[in-house]
């Protein structure tokens, strides 16, 4: 059973470019979270999302920033316009169920020039 | 709104010493406790996991206790190794709502030879 895969592992973009992070989780796990984490900061919910709802998005800035996770296919975390302080690392994790253990990926680290 | 706070943020140690990390929350009203490791540039893998019914939980040379009351967890490293060089995280996730765990800062551990 494949772990929780992100990808890519390393994403470069200039500012004003889009970014689009892909996480597949656990075979059998339907609860995706994304957190960042900045460089000397601690790890910061983002959003949690079941297959094709948003389940709490209170972590998201309110602008740029959106998550799916589709029916088929992985969820994205989709950054518009980045700026140079959107530089951080991305994290999915999964469970199989609400409040049960999360397993997290190896994350994306997000680099804006 | 929940403050995780970990003691100390960083440790360095000769290999075969006994450690304790702490941490430390302001809102006991929390579902359960987890204890993660990150290696540089990796993702977080669980250690320990303890509900808040539960008073600790061990695996091998780990061991986590909880005491709800006073908002504390400590995870204590026994024997330890070169190997067990690694950021160590504590996430508290509260009871109720999504159960989004709020992580502390980490602390920063080294064992040297």
Redesign the interface.
């Known amino acids: 059973n494949a772990g ?1 895969m992100q990808n890519p592992r390393h994403l470069v973009r200039r500012r004003g470019q889009e970014a689009r992070l892909r996480c597949s989780p656990m075979k059998g796990h339907s609860h995706v ?1 994304w ?1 960042r984490q900045l460089p000397e ?5 983002m959003v ?1 999302l079941q297959k094709e709802n948003i ?2 998005e ?2 998201m800035p309110k602008e740029r920033f959106s998550a799916e996770f589709p029916k088929e296919g992985p969820s994205i975390l989709r950054i518009q316009q980045v700026v140079r302080g959107d530089s951080a690392a991305y ?1 999915c ?1 999964s469970s199989p169920g ?2 049960e ?7 994306t ?1 997000l680099l804006v020039l | 709104k929940q403050e995780v706070t970990q003691i100390p943020a960083a440790l360095s140690v000769p290999e075969g010493e006994n450690l304790v990390l702490n941490c430390s929350f302001t809102d006991s009203a929390i579902y359960n406790l987890q204890w993660f490791r990150q290696d540089p540039g990796k993702g977080l893998t669980s250690l320990l996991l303890i509900q808040s019914s539960q008073r600790e939980q061990t695996s091998g040379r780990l061991n986590a206790s909880l005491d709800k009351s006073s908002g504390r967890s400590t995870l204590y490293i026994a024997a330890s190794q070169p190997g067990d060089s690694a950021t160590y995280l504590c996430a508290v996730s509260p009871s109720g709502g999504s159960y989004i765990p709020t992580f502390g800062r980490g602390t920063s551990l080294i064992v040297h030879p």
Do not use: H, N
């Not at chain 1, 900061?41 to 919910?45: A, S, T, V, Y």
């Not at chain 1, 253990?101 to 994350?107: A, D, L, R, S």
């Open positions: 929780v979270y957190y900061e601690g790890l910061k919910f949690y389940i709490d209170s972590g994290f994790a609400l409040a253990t999360q397993y997290f990926g190896p994350g680290r």
